[in-house]
């Protein structure tokens, strides 16, 4: 009896292995190891330059393009014009830069989802990886959407929209690269919509009841989005709308389960206050 009880041991940190200044030194060589990724995607655009300008980047601007077969289009053949001398050269290097920086994404995101890893127990590592596999399947999704649903309707609008006959479109390459780039990233980057809301609802800021409350108001903001980043025209614009507005309903459905997970965690097996474990 008048043996002393053994003492329990504090809980080991795994952020306090390391010092603040290592801490900095690793985030430092990850951003640099993810940035290594994204030139290595340079690279390998630039090496596939011919392919990713004449029959991707390109492919929208030519009559032929399967997108317009597949849907019945009645498409024309853009008419492009480099109007600068060192046009082309910028265009070029600047476009593939684009390209390479897309290709490399995944790697960089994974170095940080790896500079985070060992503060994580097991289990959150799963979720964490299965969190960053997520991200790129949704970066990817907006990519390939805004490639093959975006750009054909919106290069298609502008190249037979006319104010009078007297007037022929005939569209600056540079104009043209520009709006493909910035149009496919706007999609990557609007399909993160579902990830944003997991992020939020994980640390307790987001509810699905305040994003149910104010759908009405996300939904006006959904075509103003589109608006922004679609031509004029009623169907590009549904065709960016419909899937913001889908998207933004299925983060009501993953700020439901993260909030109800979290409710758990914080008030145990029993649920929220006032209600008991069936």
Same mark, same amino acid.
């Given at each position: ?29 990850? /951003? ?6 994204? =030139?290595?995607?340079?690279?390998? #655009? ?26 019945? /289009?009645?498409? %024309? ?20 830069? =684009?390209?390479?920086? /897309? ?8 170095? *940080?989802? +790896? ?21 790129? *399947? ?5 990519? +390939? ?8 309707? #919106? %290069? ?10 007297? %007037?022929?479109?005939? /569209?600056?390459?540079? #104009?043209?690269?520009?709006? %493909? ?14 990830? *944003? ?43 960016? #709308? ?37």
């Amino acid at each position: 009896m008048d043996r002393e009880l053994p003492k329990a041991e504090s809980p080991r940190i795994n952020t306090d292995e390391m010092p603040f200044l290592d801490h900095l030194e690793e985030f430092r060589w990850r /951003i640099i190891k993810g940035l290594i990724g994204v =030139v290595i995607g340079m690279i390998t #655009a630039f090496i596939f330059s011919n392919f990713i300008i004449e029959k991707v980047l390109l492919g929208p601007a030519y009559s032929d393009f399967f997108v317009y077969r597949l849907v019945g /289009i009645e498409a %024309v053949d853009l008419v492009l014009q480099n109007r600068r001398l060192p046009g082309q050269f910028f265009t070029y290097f600047g476009t593939l830069i =684009v390209v390479g920086f /897309i290709i490399g994404s995944p790697l960089f995101i994974y170095q *940080i989802y +790896a500079f985070i890893e060992p503060a994580l127990q097991t289990s959150e590592k799963k979720q964490t990886g299965f969190t960053v596999f997520f991200i790129i *399947i949704l970066f990817l999704m907006g990519v +390939a959407f805004g490639y093959l649903v975006l750009v054909p309707f #919106a %290069v298609q609008f502008f190249a037979t929209f006319q104010i009078s006959d007297a %007037v022929r479109n005939d /569209i600056d390459i540079n #104009a043209y690269f520009s709006a %493909v780039t910035t149009w496919v990233l706007a999609c990557g980057i609007i399909f993160q919509l579902p990830m *944003i809301s997991y992020t939020l609802s994980k640390i307790g800021i987001l509810t699905p009841e305040f994003m149910i409350k104010y759908r009405r108001i996300a939904i006006v903001l959904c075509f103003v989005v589109s608006a922004f980043i679609t031509p004029p025209d009623p169907i590009s614009q549904m065709l960016i #709308a419909i899937p913001l507005i889908l998207l933004y309903q299925f983060g009501i459905y993953i700020s439901r389960v993260v909030n109800r997970k979290r409710n758990r965690e914080i008030w145990g097996s029993e649920g929220a206050p006032g209600k008991t474990a069936e």
